[in-house]
């Protein structure tokens, strides 16, 4: 194993250190959404209400993330931006070194030859290229989310409960989005773990009101709850801007005659069908409901049993992070780099089971032919350039994610010899 290490450590130090030239060194003066966070820091500081307010280069963005992501990130704010901002980027690369190798311990690198396990590494980025892109271009949070999301499952399945509760909870108080894997926590009955993550989630939540006023304090987490209440119209529809590509938002962009802001909207229909608004809204809700529930078709196993084979683990997993993007309410393009995990075991499969599987190779290919297409839409705006409005309007990527999807689901892991492995350290 020693030489599979090897060669995944000399090619993630090549693909780290190609993203670390470009959007450090090159990009240094990019702001991103990263001084949204920078700005609300500082102005948590002074007293401000920072959901009232308006950050960014222009001043016209709202802050969507927790008062206390704010009051975690305060201490970097009193660093120049350009250094705060650098050293998120760097903190954002070995995450996704740390992701790497988390995702490595569902399969068996022996498959490949060392050669073909770096080839395999590339693929997997590659296939994620766009999104990883415009995380680091505008400084999301992603990386961090989805290293929350994957580090805490496998503290958890250490029995190691209180990390795996730690990590989980501030990843739920950073962006919400974690909170998918509190449900799969009790499902697979490790119970302290998450007895961990919702008592870390209620410190972390409480945790403003050690340094705030109460009455700021009160003030900031009902404008919070204002702005991400899931009931919401706005985040029902999800209609804001276009370059958001949720179900909610293709659905809304399909069923409603005139949906969007006017000067990002194209002025060719999309629309199929024009419904009542109360109607489309229980069709979206239907749809988000219909999504959260097949997560029951990937555990396979009743209730409260603990799956033992880390392949299984990684389908089920990679399924919950594919819903996250698509269910949640105002994900952008960078949220859909949650499909890593699903991409890793999908080139895993195709890689294995070009080996073990000799019968219906037919369906075979044109499994491999689907997901090449999705790829290639997923980095449509990176490969091609132009067009993107045409990308965003028609919501290219939610039909690229949708067929992904059901690639997924009818590649079960089942379909392989069984295979195996122990976690590993």
């Known amino acids: 194993m020693e030489a599979y290490y090897s060669r995944r450590n000399s090619t993630l130090l090549i693909l780290l250190s190609v993203l670390a030239l470009v959007h450090i060194v090159f990009e240094w003066r990019e702001t991103g959404d990263f001084l949204i966070y920078f700005q609300a820091s500082k102005d948590l500081l002074s007293g401000y209400n920072i959901f009232t307010r308006l950050y960014g280069t222009d001043h016209a963005l709202p802050y969507f993330g927790s008062p206390t992501l704010a009051l975690l990130l305060a201490p970097i704010s009193f660093l120049p931006f350009p250094f705060a901002a650098a050293l998120f980027k760097l903190c954002s690369l070995l995450l996704l070194w740390r992701i790497w190798v988390l995702l490595e311990k569902f399969i068996n690198p022996t498959v490949f030859t060392p050669k073909q396990y770096s080839i395999f590494i590339v693929a997997s980025f590659v296939g994620m290229g766009f999104f990883l892109y415009r995380n680091f271009h505008l400084n999301q949070l992603t990386i961090f989310l989805l290293w929350s999301c994957l580090e805490s499952v496998f503290q958890a399945q250490k029995d190691r409960w209180l990390p795996a509760g730690l990590i989980l909870a501030l990843g739920i108080m950073s962006k919400i989005l974690p909170i998918a894997f509190l449900p799969y926590f009790l499902y697979r009955a490790y119970f302290r773990a998450a007895g961990g993550a919702i008592v870390f989630t209620l410190f972390f939540l409480l945790m403003p009101a050690l340094f705030l006023s109460w009455h700021h304090f009160i003030d900031l987490s009902s404008s919070w709850w204002l702005a991400i209440n899931p009931s919401k119209g706005i985040n029902v529809l999800d209609y804001q801007t276009e370059d958001i590509h949720t179900v909610a938002a293709w659905l809304s962009s399909l069923l409603l005659p005139k949906v969007g802001l006017k000067e990002n909207t194209l002025p060719i229909s999309r629309n199929i069908v024009s419904l ?90 044109t499994f491999i032919y689907v997901y090449i297409a999705s790829l290639f839409i997923f980095n449509l705006e990176l490969i091609v350039g132009n067009f993107r409005e045409y990308y965003w309007h028609f919501k290219t990527v939610t039909y690229a994610a949708l067929l992904l999807m059901g690639v ?18």
């Open 408 to 425: 997924y689901a009818l590649l079960r892991p089942s379909r392989l010899k069984s295979l195996t492995n122990a976690w590993k350290e």
């Open 276 to 365: 009542p608004i109360q109607t489309v809204i229980w069709v979206i809700q239907f749809v988000r409901i219909a999504l959260i529930l097949c997560t029951v078709y990937f555990m396979r196993t009743l209730p409260f049993k603990r799956e033992k084979n880390n392949f299984f683990i990684l389908w089920e997993i990679g399924y919950i992070c594919m819903v996250i993007p698509l269910v949640f309410p105002q994900q952008r393009l960078y949220a859909f780099l949650f499909f890593l995990p699903a991409i890793v075991y999908l080139n895993y499969f195709f890689v294995y089971a070009n080996v073990a599987v000799k019968s219906n190779q037919q369906r075979f290919y």
